[in-house]
């Protein structure tokens, strides 16, 4: 919880927290939005992790992120807080990997192209192969094609041809032969 910035001022004062990496002078700021004279803003595990993340500390270290509070009068006028600086311990998130396509209908596999109902991939859950190895066990159909998602929508998708991966790629098809595909999904590159 913060006091209101700007006294006396009886307009709409919008405030942002901001977070950037300790000793960065948020140059470059990382934002989340609180709202229209809103004076506090509660922040999730997750949210904390993806800050730290964001900051440039990587899974499984501890860090400085630094946070301030931007306050924005309704004509124009900005003022900052002091920062505060924040030791964060982070993890690695668990990605969670789908398989929307044209055969979902189909097969009973939820709707045709449908990151929201598509199956998802199993993860190993090994150490070793942590958040790198995923698998399916699934009917396609020969001619079937699908993508790979991160998460159930179609902001970070993949696709591609010719042996490789890539972000938005064409989409990926089922081959008469072999009746057993293989896909390899890797944190540093997408290959099949």
């Known amino acids: 919880m913060w006091t209101p910035t700007f006294s006396g001022f009886t307009g709409i004062i919008n405030y942002t927290l901001q977070y ?11 934002e989340i939005p609180v709202g229209a004279s809103i004076l506090s803003k509660g922040l999730t ?34 003022l900052y807080s002091n920062v505060v600086n924040v030791t964060i ?10 398989l929307p396509g044209g055969y979902q209908g189909s097969t009973g596999n939820g709707n045709n ?8 991939l199993i993860r190993d859950l090994r150490s070793a192969v ?13 001619g079937a094609e699908f993508k790979i998602t991160i998460g159930r929508s179609w902001d970070v998708n993949y696709g591609g041809s010719g042996g490789v991966l890539s972000g938005g790629g064409a989409n990926l098809r089922r081959q008469l032969d072999p009746p057993i595909s293989r896909h390899a999904l890797g944190r540093s590159g997408i290959r099949i």
């Not at 990496?21 to 700021?29: E, H, T, W």
């Not at 311990?89 to 789908?98: D, E, F, H, K, S």
């Not at 192209?113 to 998802?120: L, N, R, S």
Request: aromatic residues 14%; charged residues 15%.
């Open 20 to 30: 950037d990496s300790a000793g960065k002078n948020f140059v470059a700021p990382f």
């Open 45 to 78: 595990q997750g949210e904390m992790n993806t800050a730290g993340l964001n900051s440039g500390i990587p899974g499984g270290n501890t860090g400085k992120v630094e946070y301030r509070i931007k306050g924005v009068t309704s004509n124009g006028t900005t």
């Open 89 to 98: 311990q982070t993890y690695m998130p668990i990605l969670r990997v789908y």
């Open 113 to 120: 192209w449908d990151p929201g109902t598509a199956p998802e």
């Open 130 to 142: 942590f958040n790198k190895l995923y698998y399916i066990y699934i009917y396609l159909p020969a």
